[in-house]
């Protein structure tokens, strides 16, 4: 299953989304801080390392930031770990990394959530932030999460979801859907990073519904599967290995 049905305006067949999304956070990487920072009322740093902290990230793990993107996932769980070290982070697009690169030392990695290029049982935890939306098969990359994580192991997915009904729903798509990109465009002047903050909203207007997240979750063989949603608008996923 992918995330949701085809983006026709951006990519008219599914092989094509891969390169789509490499090349838009290819050209967006430089500005994605800056963006994210201000876009969220700078909440980000403080409620990914609530997130992790609650869910049980320990100093000590081995940990698998899949999709780390600028690694704003990772440098708050090395404020948990106390290190880097144990640190993994993936990501497909060499300026995402290229930015990750220059705030922490972990192991950094080129490749694909579908398609993890390490060993079974690596992991002891395995985080992916803001990025489900983007891969193309739920089957593909929850069987490999659940294949690298070690006996025990958890995952922590965290996503923004629009709420299902209104006046919710009527706000997020007014600030997601026009306000954002209107104000990343105004801001930092550039044409990539509005595309990237509208991209954002039209895979967010069109994501299937969290039920259908803990249903592919459980049939890879994931246990302990739930979502707990904060303010009804931000979702954290998790799931443990048995
Ligand atoms: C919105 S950013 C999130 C970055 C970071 N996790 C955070 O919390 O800010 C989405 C990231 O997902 C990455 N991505 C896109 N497709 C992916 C895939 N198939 N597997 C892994 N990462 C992917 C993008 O390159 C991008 O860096």
């Not at 600028?70 to 300026?95: F, K, N, Q, V, Y």
């Not at 985080?127 to 922590?156: D, Q, W």
């Not at 895979?203 to 039920?211: F, G, I, K, L, S």
Request: aromatic share 12%; proline share 6%; hydrophobic share 45%.
């Amino acid at each position: 299953m992918n995330p949701h049905p085809l983006i026709t305006t951006r990519y008219s067949k599914p092989e094509d989304k891969p390169a789509f999304v490499e090349r838009l956070f290819d050209a967006g990487a430089k500005h994605y801080d800056a963006v994210v920072d201000w876009g969220f009322f700078r909440t980000g740093a403080f409620y990914r390392r609530w997130a992790q902290q609650r869910h049980g990230l320990k100093p000590g793990m081995q940990l698998l930031d899949a999709a780390c993107g600028t690694g704003l996932m990772a440098t708050a769980a090395a404020r948990i770990l106390g290190t880097a070290e144990t640190i993994t982070c993936l990501d497909p697009s060499a300026g995402m990394l290229a930015v990750a690169r220059t705030k922490l030392a972990a192991r950094f990695v080129q490749g694909r959530a579908e398609a993890l290029p390490f060993p079974d049982g690596s992991f002891d935890f395995l985080t992916m932030g803001y990025a489900l939306r983007h891969v193309v098969s739920f089957e593909e990359t929850f069987g490999e999460f659940h294949r690298v994580l070690r006996p025990g192991g958890k995952v922590l997915i965290l996503e923004v979801t629009k709420p299902a009904r209104n006046p919710g729903a009527f706000l997020f798509r007014l600030y997601f859907g026009r306000i954002y990109p209107f104000l990343t465009r105004l801001f930092t002047r550039s044409r990539d990073a509005a595309t990237m903050m509208t991209y954002f909203w039209e895979t967010m207007d069109a994501c299937v519904p969290p039920e259908a997240v803990l249903a592919a979750l459980q049939k890879a063989g994931f246990v302990q599967v739930s979502r707990k949603s904060m303010l009804g608008l931000f979702s954290e996923y998790t799931a443990v290995k048995p």
